[in-house]
């Protein structure tokens, strides 16, 4: 039975009221040319502020007739959200002003309120005034002196040179590397405004891609990369940092700015640009000043510099990498303004390197000019005190893009479209797809299988068997020169080790002779694409092609190198460090268990069986003593990752032996990406039943669910209340109810977002499925339509559903009579709950008869009255074999429980659960309640009377009723407001002491006082059954409230609320 504790969210609230008269008023003196030029100008910021409104402002502009109906058609079409919003402003701008006036105010009326679309116009109401200004200077291009074109000229023509070419590896060619036309293979990337201020971070392949989406579910904005100045998003802003991951693309996108600035496509407004390499200037151990740094890089701006500096607002420094400054940058040394070895506001000021750049952005050198900053995450600690005006992040690419940087990698489309199908068809591996470095690695090792068309069944599925062809592609390429590959991994892996150990990812000579390793060998032989030279340094600098490629490299010299016992304690040492620099390390060390590290075979030798046997039995151990430890989050948490770990190993025997017993799987309250549900649809797939899984309010989203399909239709019972699954994630369902081998016996689908729309698919389903004997459809938006559709299910005589829980559905009258004929003809269903709908008088009075096999039935909030209790009597005295009823929060009176006692009292003389909460009670019917209870006595568990008006006459009278007959199977009475005081709680005490099977009373926020402390204690005392008494809310002092309190643990598992 429903408890009275359920609540539906509330959803969130629209533009606030003062923002959109604000803005409403600022509509009333704009004229038709600014709006259309603050239209234009917040074009970008527009459409992707009313992307999740989109269908609705374009029907309040069809409703006004801005658009047409085909017009309104193609925008609701469109199933790309930003493509849709791009169309409906596309329409707009080609409307005269009044559509555009129109179309504002509708953005105002907005359902939600969404932070993108408020920020943007509160930016518009700050600009105020000025902003007709402010777009004119930005929008023009700024003149150029006539002797300064030349020079300009020639700096163009050699940043074009310097960034027209990609550089890029490549296994399988004889050089290891090849350049392509930068617009050729460049494919966009999303980056998005604000910042993640960390030092550590888990590892992004393991984290990235629920981070990935979260953008779009936060209402962050995404900058277009030509937009990080002069534009909607920076208005004013001078200097911009901006972060990411390892190979997310930092270096490829300042590469792709100066190239677009170079080639006069983007930010004409700066007359010079001038980029630096923070690696480059590690080289720099000397004093400089910035004519100097500039000279070295451009030698032919000697004769002209110094009037360049007379405008400084035209100038743009980028510095890209700050995580590679050996030296660093503190912010927040005050020193630099003050000491004068430090200080720098002049360019010809004699100082250190970051000197030069920490007054540059802390506009102490040249005020006025740009700078763009880039990072990796992890390093932005260092920029907290900088005058930073724009924070953003490289978030890689978004689906799109990642399809179009497959394209471009392939020169055949046939092989980029198989290529990118198995990486979207998999999503542990579509998930590191974000990421540019990971694209290339997928594309490299999955690329020769489609090439050739051969050996397709062993495509890569995990990350460890990714790695492993990656590694044996390179060992192939450069099998001829070398002659012991398997020694020469093994040293290199020791070095890979202590990388991922000390958190080092840059080695110099002295490592690699540390390690026995000859630096030639990473020259010309196997490790040339492993290991790159970074000619910028005076001592060489090796470093993996990839920390994931340090990390695997480090996992399987560890592997092939392990000895007794030495598997174990490397998990139990890296399982020590919480930073996450063994994450990645672990998971590809169990991976490697797999039987699909087999093309290493060929050249590394045979792997050690024993490690296997390490990994299999510590595996055992651990998955087994996490499943014995789900109530907390972190207990749940530390089970996934071990099903994590299962994945890598794709050892099906080892799943059924661990997890194919298991009753019960809980993860309910975890926040589960769809990488972890595809782990778990892994696990499940391996598995032939799964008994019960609990995945309630994991934030899964049909998303997600897209991931479990396959497995689903294994389960018993299916808990997935709250996860957002909306209408598209009951089709995926009812895929998996019809699959012929289902063995969903219990399915919960409460508070998902369904309508009407999923009905018939899901009746369809239910239909053809001959295993669900229970499902809960509770806090969704069904409506009577939906009902209505369900209905064809239930008239079924096939169907085998007993329990349907239809709570909070929006359910009226108008349903009734569709359900009423339906629960004539069925033949199974034994529990309906239709709580919290208002079906009203009108709809109780069609309630059918005679339903022999109905056990229990929720009617409570459903706005009954006393008018349509004779109907409910009279067909609910010919349920038979009802055992449990709930009639609570509705206004039926004493008058009409009066009726309604009569009818159970005469004919139900096995009910044993009555709920009768804020109905309206008092004194006077409490005799007839008194003979309910005692017509029933042998059969009553649970008594729910609470929130109404009872008061100690009408209490007095049902302790009677208790004491003067036996209640061997009750169990908890509720009794809560009720204004009962101290004049009746001897009588309680009587009633109750002897009791031998209560072991729950409420009687909360009542009038006890001190007076009844002695009463309770002794109750407590003598009631032996009784576990759990609460008296909170009431009127004890607070002496009163300790001595209560100190019956807590009176005996084992005693609970007293005070």
Known sequence: MAESSNET?????????????????????????????????????LEQAIEEEVKSIALLLKEQQQISKQELLKVEEERNKAHSSKLLVTLVMERGSFSREVMWKSILKTKYRFPKLEKMLT???????????????????????????????????????????????????????????LDDRYADLTVISGKRKRKHVEHEVLSRDQE??????????????????????????????????????????????????????????????????FRELNDTNCKINLRELILDQYPYFANILQEIWKHPELLLFIFDGLDEYKDGID???????????????????????????????????????SVLLTSRPTTLYLLERAEIDLWAEIRGFAHEERKQYFN???????????????????????????????????GETIGPFFIKSEKLQQIPRTITELYSYHIYNILKNHSSIIQKPRDILLKIGELAFAGVSERKIMFRTGDLIMHKLQPSQFVSGFLKELFERD????????????????????????????????????????????????????????????????????????????????????????????????????????????????????????VELTVGSVNTLKFNGLQMNPIDCAVLSNVIGFCDTMNDIDLQNCSIQCDGLRWLESGLHKCRVLRLRNNKLGDSGVELLSVALR??????????????????????????????????????????????????????????????????????????????????????????????????????????????????????????????????TEDLASAVSTYQSLRALNLSKNDLGDSGIKIVSAALRTSNQHLEDLRLWEVG??????????????????????????????????????????????????????????????????????????????????????????????????????????????????KFSSDGRQSLLSLKGYRNGMKVFV
Request: aromatic content about 8%; hydrophobic content about 40%; charged content about 25%.
């Open 408 to 442: 471009r990698f392939f020169e055949k489309q046939a092989v980029a479209a198989a290529v990118f199908k198995h990486v979207e068809e998999n999503k542990i591996l579509y998930s590191m797809s974000f990421n540019p470095s990971y694209c290339w690695i997928l």
């Open 535 to 654: 000619d910028s340094v005076q001592n060489i600098v090796y470093e993996f092609t990839h920390l994931t490629v340090q990390e695997f490299i480090a996992a399987l010299a560890q592997f092939l190198n392990a000895g007794p016992g030495d598997i174990r304690k490397l998990f139990e040492e890296a399982r020590k460090v919480e930073d996450g620099r063994y994450d990645l390390f672990l998971r590809f060390l169990v991976g490697l268990s797999s039987r699909k590290r087999q093309p290493l075979i060929e050249y590394l030798g045979p792997f050690p069986i024993e490690a296997t046997y390490q990994v299999i039995d510590w595996i055992k151990v651990e998955v087994q003593k996490r499943i014995a430890n789900t109530v907390t989050k972190a207990g749940k948490t530390s089970l996934l990752n071990m099903f994590h770990y299962l994945f890598e190993c794709q050892n099906k025997p080892l």
């Open 739 to 868: 699959e012929p081998t289902c063995k969903i016996e219990e399915l919960q689908l409460g508070a998902n977002n369904l309508t009407a729309s999923c009905t018939t698919d899901l009746a369809s389903a239910l239909s053809e499925n001959q295993s669900l004997l229970e499902l809960d459809l509770n806090e969704n938006k069904l409506g009577d339509s939906g009902i209505q559709n369900l209905c064809v299910v239930l008239r079924n005589r096939a169907c085998k559903i007993k329990k349907l829980s239809m709570r909070a559905n929006g359910l009226t009258a108008a349903c009734i009579e569709d359900l009423s004929s339906a629960l004539s003809i069925n033949q199974s269903l034994t529990t309906l709950s239709l709580g919290r709908n208002p079906l009203g008088d009108a709809g109780v009075r069609q309630l059918p008869k005679g339903l022999c096999r109905m056990e229990e039935l929720e009617l409570d909030d459903t706005s009954l009255s006393a008018c349509c």
């Open 921 to 1034: 009670l008092t004194a006077s019917c409490a005799r007839d309640v008194a003979s309910v209870m005692i017509s029933i006595s042998s059969s009553l568990k649970v008594l729910d009377l609470g929130g109404n008006n009872l008061g100690d006459l009408g209490m007095k009278i049902l302790c009677e009723a208790m004491k003067t007959n036996q209640y061997p199977q009750l169990k908890k009475l509720q009794f809560w407001k009720n204004e009962l005081t101290d004049l009746c709680a001897s009588d309680l005490y009587s009633a109750l002491r002897a009791a031998r099977s209560v072991w729950m009373l409420n009687l909360k926020s009542n009038n006890f006082t001190d007076q009844s402390v002695q009463t309770f204690r002794n109750l407590v005392q003598d009631c032996r059954s009784l576990r759990d008494l609460d008296l909170d809310d009431n």
């Open 9 to 45: 969210p509330v959803p969130r609230s629209a533009v606030n009221t003062s923002l959109r008269k604000a803005f409403m008023d600022f509509l009333e003196i704009c004229d038709e040319h600014k709006l259309f030029k603050l239209t234009q100008f917040y074009r970008d910021r």
């Open 123 to 181: 930016d518009i109401l700050n600009m105020g005034t000025d902003h007709q200004d402010f777009i004119k200077i930005i929008r023009g291009c700024t003149e150029i002196p006539s002797h300064l074109k030349d020079v300009q000229q020639k700096h163009q023509e050699e940043l074009c040179k310097q960034t027209e070419k990609l550089r890029m590896n490549v296994l399988l060619s004889k050089d290891g590397v090849k350049f392509f036309q």
């Open 212 to 277: 990935h989406e979260e953008w779009h579910e936060n209402q962050t904005e995404r900058i277009p990369t030509d937009k990080l100045f002069w534009s909607s998003f920076a208005q004013g802003k001078r200097s911009v940092a901006v972060s990411g991951d390892p190979g997310i693309g930092k270096t490829t996108m300042v590469q792709k700015i100066v190239h677009d600035w170079a080639t006069k496509k983007i930010y004409q407004n700066f007359q010079f640009v001038f980029s630096f390499k």
């Open 331 to 369: 912010f927040a040394d005050n020193r630099r303004n003050t000491e004068p070895k430090h200080k720098c506001d002049d360019p010809e000021t004699w100082c250190q390197v970051s000197d030069i750049v920490y007054a540059l952005i802390q506009r102490k050198l040249l005020p006025g000019c």
